[in-house]
């Protein structure tokens, strides 16, 4: 079974990957099941007693699931079908905003924005900004049970409106930092990282807004 998880799970987690990185779990039926669109909806599928199923959420008696015949690109379906035919395979403890599974030991890495901030510096004559600092504060976590440790790789990245008295619209810029985070079983990290900003002197930038924030796991990897 858990060589069978190794190879469904990238497949997963790769053609849906909004809705894979955020599944509960990962189940099989336990018996023949019918696939609703909804919960108490239209059958939209059946599916085999002992198919490999990830769960996306739960609802009441209902279970909201992506399933696939063949393990196919492409031919993976969100369904809903009853908890009570449903069987845990693995769970995951840790949780974030975009996770990663390292599938040699079949641990996630979630990584979480907690907080952000961003601080301009003013040019000589204190006129307009030549540069701003964002900061993302982040808390990196894992589910592994081994011995040994888990290795992260984190992106973030930050998105910015700006206006200056020399530009006739707003504009809006981006900028992504990269870090690596090692972590032992069960275990989680807090950090910071520090995305820059610089402005030509000719835009005379004066207000500097930080729009959206986000950080995700590119790879995880045990050692």
């Known amino acids: 079974m858990r060589q069978l998880r190794k190879l469904i799970l990238p497949f997963l987690l790769l053609l849906l990957p909004c809705s894979a990185n955020s599944a509960t779990a990962i189940a099989k039926t336990i018996e023949a099941s ?15 007693s002992g198919s490999i199923v990830a ?8 279970a909201n699931v992506l399933y696939s015949k063949n393990h196919a690109p492409g031919s993976y379906l ?3 079908v009853r908890v009570k035919n449903l069987a845990l395979v693995q769970s995951s403890t840790a949780a974030g905003d975009h996770c990663t599974t390292d599938y040699e030991t079949d641990s996630q890495v979630c990584v979480s924005v907690d907080d952000t901030s961003i601080d301009c510096d003013e040019n000589f004559d204190k006129a307009a900004y030549r540069g701003c600092t964002a900061t993302v504060e982040f808390t990196t976590q894992t589910d592994y049970e081994g011995d040994d440790f888990i290795s992260a790789d984190i992106e973030c990245t930050v998105e910015i ?3 200056g008295t020399q530009l ?6 981006s900028s992504s930092e990269s ?12 950090d910071s990282m520090e ?3 610089t402005f030509s002197s000719l835009n005379e930038v004066n ?3 930080l729009t959206s924030a986000g950080c995700e796991v590119t790879s995880a990897t045990s050692y």
Do not use: H
């Open 78 to 80: 969100s369904l809903w």
């Open 34 to 48: 019918s696939a609703m669109d909804a919960p108490n909806g239209n059958i939209k599928a059946q599916i085999p």
């Open 179 to 190: 870090t690596n985070v090692s972590m032992y079983a069960t275990t989680s990290n807090s």
């Open 161 to 163: 409106k700006y206006e």
């Open 207 to 209: 207000k500097v807004n």
């Open 55 to 62: 769960v996306l959420a739960v609802k009441g008696e209902w």
């Open 168 to 173: 006739i619209y707003a504009r809006n810029d």
């Open 195 to 197: 995305i820059y900003f």
